[in-house]
């Protein structure tokens, strides 16, 4: 069973400062997406990471991909209160076969003054 | 036109009622997708279409019947609904279908917000 853990679950953080949202699978996968849900709201879709070593930046956000650890990172440089959101990695089944997205469990992300 | 979109936004409905969510897309994308997303939990696939026709169903209760029009329409007809069905019901679409392109990547509409009284 395809497992994607997103740690930590709830952030809070300071304007200004940085730090980094992890999102680990256990499958076999390189093709991992980024989306943000603002609250009440549907899923906005951030970054496609689709290779090993996939780097992308946009704004503040820049998103990695290690397939070798099975592991992605959303880093955030220097956050502003407009981040506040719930972050959601998600995870090809099957390499996209299926089109089953697995997403993890979300990071709430709160940007305090 | 670059979006996904939903109507209605929002829905009471009994248990005996019926009803049904409508999704739309005119961005040409051969795949559409319904999700249902309970509070503060990650959406859920519940149904795929690829070019039409259902390929994907995650074992839905037959209460939810999507159905698939043409390739810019998507429903999802309710009937007899459980109280714990209430949640967000999301649309998504995508350019190919699953396994027909390079990546996955989903578009999301504004989602329908359902209670069951």
């Known amino acids: 069973e395809l497992k994607v853990e997103q740690n930590p679950l709830f952030l809070s953080m300071q304007e200004g400062k940085n730090y980094t949202i992890y999102c680990n699978y256990s499958t076999t996968s390189d093709r991992l997406y980024w989306y943000r849900q603002d609250p009440g709201k549907s899923l906005e879709s951030l970054f496609v990471l689709l290779s090993n070593g996939a780097v992308k930046q946009e704004g503040r956000l820049m998103a990695s991909l290690d397939t070798k650890a099975r592991l992605s990172t959303l880093h955030i440089t220097a956050a502003v209160h407009d981040l506040s959101a719930t972050y959601f990695c998600a995870v090809d089944l099957y390499g996209g076969s299926q089109g089953n997205l697995i997403f993890g469990k979300g990071t709430k992300l709160s940007v305090k003054p | 036109d670059t979006e996904v979109t939903q109507t209605p936004k929002h829905l009471v409905m009994g248990m005996t009622n019926k009803k049904s969510l409508k999704c739309e897309q005119h961005m040409g994308h051969r795949a559409m997708y319904w999700y249902k997303q309970k509070a503060k939990k990650p959406p859920e696939l519940m149904f795929v279409y690829s070019y039409e026709k259902l390929s994907i169903n995650e074992s839905v209760p037959s209460r939810f019947s999507p159905e698939c029009p043409n390739s810019s329409l998507l429903n999802l007809h309710l009937h007899a609904l459980q109280p714990e069905d209430s949640a967000l019901y999301l649309c998504?679409?995508?350019?190919?279908?699953?396994?027909?392109?390079?990546?996955?990547?989903?578009?999301f509409g504004p989602g329908t917000r359902l209670t069951v009284l």
């Open positions: 998504a679409s995508s350019q190919k279908p699953p396994g027909q392109g390079m990546y996955n990547e989903q578009f």
